[in-house]
T-cell receptor
């Protein structure tokens, strides 16, 4: 079974400050890992994904994440927060060998950006 | 291509009524997924189709829930005898059944059972 833990249901940062959203996963097999962003009353948009290639993954809107197997982590970072980054962020894991590619999500972290 | 579309966006229903939601995936995508998202939680997998075949159902999908994808294109999710606990956002996603492929999500249908 797979699971995702996102540390911190709410994170507040000042505009221009570093964004760090934490994600730890549990998986019995080498996983695929994803970060999605959700704006209010909207669906989910993929920010970036790790699929066993480079461990440092760059995504859209200046976000990146690093896969650390020893720490079972996939934390999301952005050097400088913008007001438009305020949203909810979900980390997700899938088992590439399962065939279904279904995603198991964390509970999400709501990011607030303070002007 | 307009992406994954879901209809309706919002639905308010009385407890005990039946509701049906529709999802139109991206046209060339052969896989379609349904997820449910309750307040303060991440989306949870319900079921998925490859073409018209329903290949997996979560234990969350009680016998009051039924999903179809009759011609391998659009899909419907029906909830019979709705309960207040069914209130949630129902999300549809589609993808191609190949590795490394992104799942594209619709904007969801928000169900409120009163």
């Amino acid at each position: 079974a797979q699971s995702v833990t996102q540390l911190g249901s709410h994170v507040s940062v000042s505009e221009g400050a570093l964004v760090l959203l934490r994600c730890n996963y549990s998986s019995s097999v080498p996983p695929y890992l994803f970060w999605y962003v959700q704006y209010p009353n909207q669906g989910l948009q993929l920010l970036l994904k790790y699929t066993s290639a480079a461990t440092l993954v760059k995504g859209i809107n200046g976000f990146e994440a690093e896969f650390k197997k020893s720490e079972t982590s996939f934390h999301l970072t952005k050097p400088s927060a913008h007001m438009s980054d305020a949203a909810e962020y979900f980390c997700a894991v899938s088992d590439p060998g399962a065939g279904s590619y279904q995603l198991t999500f964390g509970k999400g972290t709501k990011l607030s950006v303070i002007p | 291509d307009t992406g994954v579309s879901q209809d309706p966006r919002h639905k308010i229903t009385k407890r005990g009524q039946n509701v049906t939601f529709r999802c139109d995936p991206i046209s060339e995508h052969n896989r379609l997924y349904w997820y449910r998202q309750t307040l303060g939680q991440g989306p949870e997998f319900l079921t998925y189709f490859q073409n018209e075949a329903q290949l997996e159902k979560s234990r969350l999908l009680s016998d009051r829930f039924s999903a179809e994808r009759p011609k391998g294109s659009f899909s419907t999710l029906e909830i019979q005898r709705t309960e207040q606990g069914d209130s949630a956002m129902y999300l549809c996603a589609s993808t191609l059944a190949t590795l490394h492929t992104e799942a594209f999500f619709g904007q969801g249908t928000r169900l409120t059972v009163v």
